[in-house]
């Protein structure tokens, strides 16, 4: 079982419970939700990049998570070979949004025999299928709004690959956002953005951490957020009403 690392869980504060503040940290969240989609779709893309990479062989799954070896033994073929099956539910659920939820549950518990995420993180540890099972974990009970689960799994995940990494900490961002530990999801937007410089994940959490420490009443920070979009990322979706958002946050400053 994943063990988690950071930040230790705390409950809620006064100041997100009462039905003025929970108006105000609802604003955070429609404001957030402007690139949410938009994440989801990376996880999917990145996820079945994973998926079809893991029907191809374990060498290039292996490769493609940053390892300088693998070690051939029955027991990593053993665990690569449950892993396929875990993964094939999660990609089903990603397309099958009905049945979404059941196919996620699939994926983390196994079926007909076959092992799930977290049989496979309990029986094959130190394998490259435990530490994807640690990341497909994570991102299924995401989508199954166990948030806790979620950061837990996400944080014991390990990979040399940017942009999963990126990913993996900005969802334990998101989910840190939907405990209302806003403090938490900033600091984990930032873990992301200095994880990776590319054109996918960069913008989005720069924004996402540009909100939240806006709604925090850090505008300074919030405003080198903003800015790093439009100067470095000013081709992004993010950017198109960046400009608002700098005006906005300088005045206040």
Request: glycine content about 6%; charged content about 25%; overall charge negative.
């Amino acid at each position: 079982m994943a063990t988690y690392k950071k930040k230790g869980f705390k409950s809620k504060s006064n100041k997100f419970n009462s039905d003025k503040n929970a108006s105000t940290t609802a604003e955070v969240f429609e404001t957030l939700d402007q690139s949410a989609s938009r994440t989801e779709q990376l996880v999917s893309k990145y996820q079945n990049y994973i998926i079809s990479f893991v029907g191809i062989t374990v060498i290039v799954v292996l490769g493609y998570l940053g390892y300088s070896k693998m070690i051939l033994d029955p027991n990593s073929d053993e665990a690569n070979n449950e892993l396929f099956t875990a993964q094939y539910y999660f990609s089903q659920a990603l397309i099958n949004t009905e049945q979404s939820d059941s196919l996620f549950l699939l994926s983390l518990n196994g079926a007909d025999g076959k092992y799930g995420f977290l049989d496979i993180i309990k029986n094959y540890r130190g394998t490259d299928a435990a530490n994807i099972s640690l990341y497909s974990a994570g991102m299924a009970y995401y989508h199954l709004n166990d948030f806790k689960n979620s950061i837990e799994y996400l944080n014991d995940f390990d990979s040399e690959n940017e942009i999963l990494k990126a990913l993996a900490l900005g969802v334990i961002g998101d989910s840190f956002a939907e405990l209302d530990q806003l403090e938490d999801a900033l600091d984990s937007y930032d873990d992301a953005i200095n994880s990776s410089t590319n054109d996918f994940t960069s913008p989005k959490f720069l924004l996402k951490a540009g909100n939240i420490a806006s709604f925090l009443g850090k505008k300074s920070t919030a405003l080198d957020y903003y800015k790093r979009i439009k100067e470095d990322y000013s081709k992004s979706s993010e950017s198109f009403l960046i400009d608002i958002q700098i005006e906005k946050n300088s005045l206040k400053n």
